[in-house]
């Protein structure tokens, strides 16, 4: 199986604060990675798809960047809204996986 | 608009069955894969299969094979995950989400989710 890591496990910002998530894969990847938003009592949302495709009608702060084995996600201008917790997905292999996730909180 | 509309929460007991449903609205079922996600108390997201209604074709995570069967009725719009013997470890949330290919893709919309509690 592919493994997902995901850093930081948290983090703390303001906001107005540019944040950057970052997701590393055990193997190569290509740019089938995908990034959701979790908030607490939530279903996920997808944000990013296909490493760097922006979801309609998810806000343009939020972009997705990298191949191979390394991607991350950006917040140009963290947002009330935007704490919550993130999380990668990888769809290359027919095993599909997640990254540990990422708690973005409020300093 | 495209939907997943999740059956509600469950409590059963060690040993006992369960099939939790998960309906789909507004786009053609068959044309789609379903997959389904764990998600512990206070943990992250785990895949565990994926079925496309139109044939019922169906993968599971290596995690999961054996221990859940996902099923289909495409006649109501309908996937399924279904246990024969609960565990307390199987306690969690489950989500069924929407994919256009079972590799390769992402997953969009989210159903709402539904609470499984296994306790004696």
């Known amino acids: 199986d592919i493994q997902m890591t995901q850093s930081p496990s948290s983090l703390s910002a303001s906001v107005g604060d540019r944040v950057t998530i970052t997701c590393r894969a055990s193997h190569s990847i290509s740019t089938y990675l995908n990034w959701y938003q979790q908030k607490p009592g939530k279903a996920p949302k997808l944000l990013i798809y296909?490493?760097?495709s922006l979801q309609s009608g998810v806000p343009s702060r939020f972009s997705g960047s990298g191949s191979g084995t390394d991607f991350t996600l950006t917040i140009s201008s963290l947002q009330p809204e935007d704490f919550a917790t993130y999380y990668c997905q990888q769809s290359y292999g027919n095993t599909l996986t997640f990254g540990g996730g990422t708690k973005v909180e409020i300093k | 608009e495209v939907q997943l509309v999740q059956s509600g929460a469950e409590v059963k007991k060690p040993g006992e069955s369960l099939k939790i449903s998960c309906k789909g609205s507004?786009?053609?079922?068959?044309?789609?894969?379903i997959g389904w996600v764990r998600q512990m108390p206070g943990k992250g997201l785990e895949w565990m299969g994926i079925?496309?209604?139109?044939?019922?074709?169906?993968r599971y995570s290596p995690s999961f094979q054996g221990q859940v069967t996902i099923s289909a009725d495409k006649s109501i719009s309908t996937a399924y995950l279904q246990w024969s013997s609960l565990k307390a470890s199987d306690t969690a949330m489950y989500y069924c989400?929407?994919?256009?290919?079972?590799?390769?893709?992402?997953?969009?919309?989210w159903g709402q989710g539904t609470l499984v509690t296994v306790s004696s």
């Open positions: 507004g786009y053609s079922f068959t044309n789609y894969w």
């Open positions: 296909a490493a760097s």
């Open positions: 989400a929407r994919s256009r290919a079972a590799a390769g893709n992402w997953f969009d919309p």
């Open positions: 079925i496309y209604p139109g044939d019922s074709d169906t």
